[in-house]
């Protein structure tokens, strides 16, 4: 990973008539980074990507993509990029094949034994109709088409949808590669766990807005989870209450359970030698406790 | 639910009935307009079968002239065409898009969606039927035109059961088939090739009561606005309803569902065979996604060969013996007619075998054929990209959105031009065998014409679709352009006040210098030419500076 940047956007707004879709937006992602864009539905994350693309254009603001501007340089950018809309479509009656081999007339340039090799690794079949195919497989197609020609930048806009967790996996595995080999990705996703995974940065947008970007191992350690305890006896509320970074307790007798954001050992310790510990399950927090996290600590405002 | 499914089916619907309502009403009163102010003391000495084969009584006064020339056939068209497509889009529509399944995720029985269909169906065909008959006696009172012993209501009520025919017809297709685009191919074959019959065949001799095996003999065949219902008549086309309706109760509940469709065409079957599966990959593979055109036109393959068909066959080869055949008839005609007849059918003398085939295939069936073609490519071009969701994956590509823009023109331009050859060819083939001895510079001058008319309504198309993303829009937008120019060209020139006024619309370039008996006429080529031009143009732009839809 260098310093490079590879997208930058600058103050780039987008109304729909009143709607402000996006607002304000700066964002620098570096070369050979995985770069996630996370955020709930509705928050902006395709607008941001549309408008990068230059498939809608900014009410103001401006993009870029390897030094090119997203409107002007519109072609050329392209020819650097795979891209994965978000809720993918293609052409019912083609076959994987004949999509694939479509897009690679209008590219140029593309290795078909790579094109091969990427669909034995995520086990798409490319001789049937897309139309045919169930959204998981369908996806795959996409991906690949995104892949094929090894583009310096991948642009994704949740592209594991419908993927089973085994794909998930190895898609998550040509993602690193290709980052390795000195590409960036931008990876938009609403779910923390995927983009854990595999991004080396976080951007998190609601409402059209920016409100943070991190790297994941601090998001990791801002992240609030949700645990429950279960002991050998009735537990007390006020044991928990004042520890470091837990907040909502609820004892019921032999269980309690808390929402709780600061370091693991720090409740372990607590609990130690005052209860017998029969039991502990963690949860991940969702996005929107994690978003609630960044308001309170960043006093950003909805 | 099964008013939900009403109520959403005619909020989704009732644009177009509106749209439609309106434009044959704008052309009834242009049609009253201009027949006010002729003499029209000269369609009363017209022969009696020509009368009624264009529905003029023998006391023709302005209203029933107008009447009989608009609203009879170009009205119940229309009606029937809405019905037509409201009928495939009922059930197998739905399973095309993939939402039938969703739709009877409901408690409800297929029976039961069906119903809410049909219903839906028959309310809105009402409703066009209703505006019709309204605007038929808003008219005449707007224009204080005199319209007494005109039975506009009896017009109108069998103009409602055919329309509901063909939409029950393709209603029962596609609830046994599942196929939308083969409902509605086979009932509007059905539409035109019944509609040329049910006006032909009485005029030969001994084959007069063949037109009884055609459905639109009981809408016209006893010419309703003169004679007020015919019970008969109309309870043929209700028994018909019902059965087509019980037809479709059964077909919908034997089947099996459609997955979210892909048809299966002649070259998947043919790619799925080892004997030519290697040529045929080829060419449905690597040829047919090597250029944006090629796949483009690769989509509407049914509708190119189906419209060829028809103009080949029946607008071409067909009507050469069948000049032969009715010449005497017509003969007759010839020497009565008087020139504004002529003007109104298409400015043929249909004594001669160039005024047969203007009235029967130039005049009106030649543009239709082409617009079709031309503006299915040109309204699904780019908005039917974008709402399928695709446009954004094409333009990822390195290829600017102008090139998209044109190859898609290129793939309309190449259709028009399959349908000219087909045009061609089947009138040069009707005239030889015919022997009628019609020159085939002339004939191709005309085919010519005609496509150039078509790729200016498809340029209209595609700049709507371009400007819009939407293709609706832009389907329903060209086809209200097209009439009321159709109608300005036809009805224009019998006024000499307003005769000049033609030259606005495009059909004027298309047939006004006669060019089945004179040849081409460069400078009318050279019009239609830079209109369409432009119209890309304009589309280019418009194009470029929008937002791409997101549709989903």
Not at chain 1, 17 to 33: F, I, M, Q, R
Not at chain 1, 215 to 220: F, G, I, K, P, T
Not at chain 1, 263 to 271: K, R, S
Not at chain 2, 413 to 435: K, P
Request: proline share 3%; charged share 15%.
């Amino acid at each position: 990973m260098t310093d490079k940047i590879t997208i930058r956007t600058e103050g780039l707004t987008k109304h729909y008539g009143d709607v402000e879709a996006l607002v304000d937006l700066d964002l620098d992602v570096l070369s050979g980074e995985i770069f996630g864009f996370l955020g709930p539905n509705g928050a902006g994350k395709t607008t941001t990507i549309r408008t990068i693309l230059d498939e809608i254009r900014p009410t103001s603001g401006s993009a870029s993509i390897l030094g090119m501007d997203s409107h002007r340089d519109a072609v050329e950018i392209r020819r650097h990029i795979g891209y994965v809309p978000g809720d993918l479509a293609m052409y019912p009656n083609l076959t994987g094949r004949d999509t694939l081999t479509y897009f690679a007339n209008l590219r140029g340039g593309v290795d078909w034994s790579h094109v091969d090799q990427l669909a034995e690794r995520l086990g798409a079949d490319l001789t049937k109709k897309v139309g045919d195919l169930s959204s998981g497989n369908r996806q795959k197609v996409g991906l690949i088409q995104a892949f094929m020609n090894r583009p310096e930048v991948l642009i994704m806009d949740e592209p594991s949808s419908g993927l089973d967790p085994l794909v998930q996996r190895e898609f998550q595995t040509m993602m690193r590669e290709t980052a390795a080999a000195g590409s960036t990705v931008f990876l938009s996703s609403h779910t923390l766990s995927e983009v854990q995974r595999v991004a080396n940065r976080v951007g998190i947008i609601r409402h059209g807005k920016l409100i943070a970007v991190e790297a994941v191992s601090s998001l990791r350690s801002k992240a609030i989870r949700k645990v429950d305890l279960y002991f050998d006896v009735p537990a007390e509320q006020g044991v928990f209450e004042s520890l470091n970074g837990v907040r909502d307790v609820v004892v019921e007798n032999h269980h309690v359970s808390m929402s709780f954001d600061g370091h693991m050992e720090t409740l372990l310790n607590a609990v130690s030698g005052r209860y017998t510990l029969v039991d502990i399950t963690t949860q991940e927090a969702d996005l929107e406790e994690i978003f609630l996290a960044y308001y309170r600590d960043e006093g950003v405002t909805a | 639910m099964l008013a939900t499914v009403v109520t959403k089916t005619v909020r989704d619907r009732w644009k177009g009935i509106a749209i439609a309502g309106f434009s044959l009403a704008i052309m009834l009163l242009f049609g009253m307009a201009v027949y006010r102010d002729i003499d029209i003391s000269v369609y009363t000495d017209l022969p009696e079968a020509f009368r009624s084969l264009i529905n003029i009584p023998k006391n023709a006064d302005v209203g029933s002239l107008a009447y009989g020339a608009i609203y009879s056939t170009y009205g119940a068209l229309t009606l029937a065409s809405l019905a037509l497509s409201m009928g495939s889009a009922s059930i197998a529509g739905e399973e095309r898009n993939g939402t039938l399944g969703l739709l009877l995720g409901n408690p409800k029985s297929r029976t039961h969606i069906l119903v809410s269909k049909a219903s839906s169906l028959v309310a809105l065909t009402a409703l066009g039927a209703l505006l019709l008959w309204g605007a038929g006696y808003l008219a005449p009172a707007v224009l204080n035109v005199e319209v007494g012993g005109m039975h506009i209501g009896a017009l109108v009520f069998h103009m409602f059961a055919i329309a509901v025919f063909h939409g029950f017809l393709a209603m029962a297709i596609g609830a046994w088939t599942g196929k939308a685009g083969l409902a509605s191919g086979i009932t509007a074959g059905v539409m035109i090739i019944s509609l040329f019959a049910a006006g032909l065949l009485p005029l030969v001799e001994g084959w007069e009561s063949g037109a009884k095996a055609f459905p639109w003999y009981y809408y016209e065949g006893s010419s309703p606005v003169l004679n007020g219902m015919n019970w008969g008549h109309l309870a043929v086309l209700f028994v018909a309803i019902a059965v087509l309706g019980a037809l479709a109760v059964v077909g919908v509940n034997r089947r099996d569902l459609r997955d979210k469709a892909t048809g299966v065409n002649l070259i998947d079957r043919l790619r799925t065979n080892p004997m030519t599966k290697k040529i045929v990959d080829r060419l449905a593979g690597s040829m047919r996604v090597s250029r944006i055109w090629i796949k483009t036109a690769s989509e509407h393959q049914g509708l190119l060969i189906g419209t060829a068909y028809v103009m080949f066959l029946v607008m071409g080869v067909m009507l050469g013996p069948f000049f032969n055949l009715i010449e005497d008839t017509l003969a007759t005609f010839t020497d009565a007619l008087p020139e504004a007849v002529m003007a109104l059918v298409g400015n043929g003398d249909m004594g001669t075998p160039e005024g047969w085939y203007q009235v029967e295939t130039f005049g009106m069936m030649v543009p239709i054929a082409f617009m079709l073609v031309t503006v299915a490519i040109g309204a699904r071009a780019l908005a039917g990209e974008e709402e399928r969701r695709t446009m954004g994956l094409l333009l990822a590509n390195p290829i600017k959105r102008s090139r998209v823009v044109l190859e898609k023109t290129f793939a309309m331009t190449v259709y028009a031009v399959a349908v000219a050859v087909a045009t061609f060819s089947g009138v040069a083939l009707g005239s030889v065998i015919g022997r009628l001895g019609m020159s085939m510079g002339n004939i191709a001058a005309a085919t010519l014409l005609g496509m150039l008319v078509g790729l200016v309504f498809g340029a209209l198309s595609l700049a709507l679709s371009a400007g819009t993303g939407r293709s609706r829009v832009a389907i329903y937008g060209t086809i209200g352009a097209a009439l009321t120019f159709y109608i300005l060209n036809a009805f224009l020139p019998l006024s000499d006040s307003v005769a000049g006024l033609a030259r606005w619309s495009p059909f004027y370039y298309y047939l006004s210098s006669d060019p089945l008996n004179t040849g081409m006429h460069w400078g009318h080529a050279a019009v239609l030419l830079a209109l369409a031009g432009g119209l890309v143009a304009l589309s280019v732009v418009l194009f470029q500076r929008r937002d791409l839809r997101q549709t989903g």
